[in-house]
Nanobody, 124 residues
Framework: QSQLVESGGGLVQPGGSLRLSCTASGFALESYAMGWIRQAPGKEPEGVSCISISGASTVYADSVKGRFTISRDNAKNTVYLQMNSLEPEDTAVYHC?????????????????WGRGTQVTVSS
């Protein structure tokens, strides 16, 4: 069965860092552009970042530019999201998802194709 499993979330103080991982099983990530999507309680999902199939191109939401970095290791079938200078507004469940159609479409991936997510809480 194909699935995505996120990990690495937790409670961190403002200004802190976390590194999220998303590992695929049952299929190869190398054929997909991979994105991170977050959803805070009572809010609509927000596309955070995406990395192209080749890894040569990345996109970021304005709210995380300069603070978050997405990367991929196809040999490990894993995508990462390094999050620095975290702010309380970053608090959300972070999901990963993939699309063969490129990063222009990652925000349109339906939620049933997301991983279950990992909780990130930024609070003092």
């Amino acid at each position: 069965q194909s699935q995505l499993v996120e990990s690495g979330g937790g409670l961190v103080q403002p200004g802190g860092s976390l590194r999220l991982s998303c590992t695929a099983s049952g299929f190869a990530l190398e054929s997909y552009a991979m994105g991170w999507i977050r959803q805070a309680p009572g809010k609509e999902p927000e596309g955070v970042s995406c990395i192209s199939i080749s890894g040569a191109s990345t996109v970021y939401a304005d709210s995380v530019k300069g603070r978050f970095t997405i990367s991929r290791d196809n040999a490990k079938n894993t995508v990462y999201l390094q999050m620095n200078s975290l702010e309380p507004e970053d608090t959300a469940v972070y999901h990963c998802a993939g699309t063969p159609m490129g990063c222009n479409y990652y925000t349109k991936i339906r939620s049933e194709y997301w991983g279950r997510g990992t909780q990130v809480t930024v609070s003092s």
